[in-house]
């Protein structure tokens, strides 16, 4: 039988809000491109207080706070110097001939891979989904029209401000790229269900018992 799922520590929720907060600040001073910082990180500026006020009705669990944790970071990071920018990305196009900085290949990976755990933990506790093939299906079926969703922003924020959001777009000439960001977003859904799938629902049982 598999362990209970510990609790989730109080001051390990403070580390993690501290944390991000830190990471947002950070990328706030003196950024790249003013514009595209506030575009990157607005998600992190909205989400974090959303979260805390509705913590007391909605305490989400260990696993799904510290992806979105991490994905925070990778879009702060991503805010502070552009996607197109990010030292270490620039490293490994260098390193390995790249033709790109594949940073913003990460960021969209992530609106895959972490929305997918969000997603499953709103369907399994708000409706009367259980796991199984469905749930994978319109898990990956959210993220997928998420992705599609942002696509329309980057092509909003080109109509209106031009020039301006080239930095945001991060194209970096790829005539395939928002293709590219979609299909990726998709595969981050499916892997962190295959990956995490387990561990979550033990996660959503400890949660459902306290």
Not at 44 to 63: D, E, K, N
Not at 140 to 156: Q, Y
Not at 167 to 179: E, H, K, S, V, Y
């Amino acid at each position: 039988m598999s362990p209970a799922p510990q609790p989730f520590p109080l001051m390990e929720r403070r580390f993690l809000i501290v944390l991000v907060l830190g990471v947002l600040i950070w990328s706030g001073i003196t950024p790249n491109d003013r514009l595209t910082w506030v575009l990157e990180t607005v998600w992190v500026m909205v989400g974090l207080p959303l979260i805390v006020a509705l913590w007391s009705r909605f305490p989400m669990t260990r696993l799904l706070c510290w992806l979105l944790t991490l994905h925070a970071i990778v879009l702060c990071v991503g805010g502070r110097y552009t996607y197109t920018l990010v030292p270490i990305g620039l490293w490994i196009q260098e390193a390995f001939d790249l033709a790109r900085n594949h940073y913003d290949r990460l960021g969209h990976f992530m609106q895959g891979f972490v929305p997918a755990i969000l997603a499953r933990e709103l369907l399994l506790r708000k409706t009367p989904l259980k796991p199984g093939a469905w749930l994978v299906y319109l898990v990956a079926s959210c993220c997928l029209a998420f992705s599609a969703f942002f696509e329309f922003l980057e092509w909003w924020a080109a109509l209106i401000m031009g020039g301006r959001a080239d930095a945001f777009l991060a194209t970096q000439g790829d005539i395939w790229d928002t293709q590219w960001d979609m299909f990726l977003a998709l595969c981050g859904a499916l892997l962190a269900q295959l990956l995490f799938s387990r561990w979550h629902d033990r996660q959503l049982g400890g949660l459902r018992r306290t």
